[in-house]
């Protein structure tokens, strides 16, 4: 069964500094790949995909991730932290052989902490 | 245009009680999904709805039902509430399916005493 892993429940960074958060999936197809972000108290909100096409992909807040096969990972990096983007992330993908029965599977998200 | 709306935001319910929680798609879209959300457990899947048919389903107990309606609004009921069914319950509405954008709701907070 296709399952997400992110590794690192927990990332503290200082301001300015390089956002990583890392992503892999098991799966022999390259599947659907989403990384999603909650803010406290709020519903998420999409902040990139992968379908096809180019494996680097930008989303919004100057976030971007890579589509890596040979890793199957889809890590997410951001240069430079902002204080704004404390918040968990979350990495989903989809089976995208599934067909109708698609669903997304998720990882149990990182929590990410920006200091001054 | 308005966003995923549920209602209501919190709830607190007793042991053994059932409950309804709402969602209403954003407009045009036929998709809605609902899904748990705890601290130890993350984001589970629940069921999806698709044009008024349950397209998929994750691996809740029966307990756990949900409709949609013609207009794409989405309910779900939890009977017999377990005080393990205490969790931030999200639904999300998108236009085809999971290989799209999906837009979630705030979420309902349900507490079971």
């Known amino acids: 069964a296709q399952s997400v892993t992110q590794l690192g429940s927990h990332v503290s960074v200082s301001e300015g500094a390089l956002v990583l958060l890392r992503c892999n999936y098991s799966s022999s197809v390259p599947p659907y790949l989403f990384w999603y972000v909650q803010y406290p108290n709020q519903g998420l909100q999409l902040l990139l995909k992968y379908t096809t096409g180019a494996t680097l992909v930008k989303g919004i807040n100057g976030f971007e991730a890579e589509f890596k096969k040979s890793e199957t990972s889809f890590h997410l990096t951001k240069p430079s932290a902002h204080m704004s983007d404390a918040a968990e992330y979350f990495c989903a993908v989809s089976d995208r052989q599934a067909g109708n029965n698609r669903k997304l599977i998720w990882g149990l998200g990182t929590s990410l902490a920006v200091n001054p | 245009k308005a966003g995923v709306t549920q209602t209501p935001r919190y709830l607190i319910k007793t042991r053994g009680q059932q409950v309804t929680l709402s969602c209403s798609p954003i407009?045009?879209?036929?998709?809605v999904s609902w899904y748990q959300q705890t601290p130890g457990q993350g984001l589970q899947f629940l069921f999806e709805?698709?044009?008024?048919?349950?397209?998929n389903k994750g691996n809740f107990p029966g307990r756990f039902s949900g409709r949609q309606f013609s207009n794409s609004r989405s309910e779900m009921n939890v009977s017999t509430l377990e005080l393990g069914d205490s969790a931030l319950y999200l639904c999300?509405?998108?236009?085809?399916?999971?290989?799209?954008?999906?837009?979630f709701g705030q979420g309902t907070r349900l507490t079971v005493v």
């Open positions: 407009s045009g879209h036929r998709s």
């Open positions: 999300a509405s998108s236009l085809a399916g999971v290989n799209t954008e999906a837009f």
């Open positions: 709805y698709f044009s008024e048919t349950q397209r």
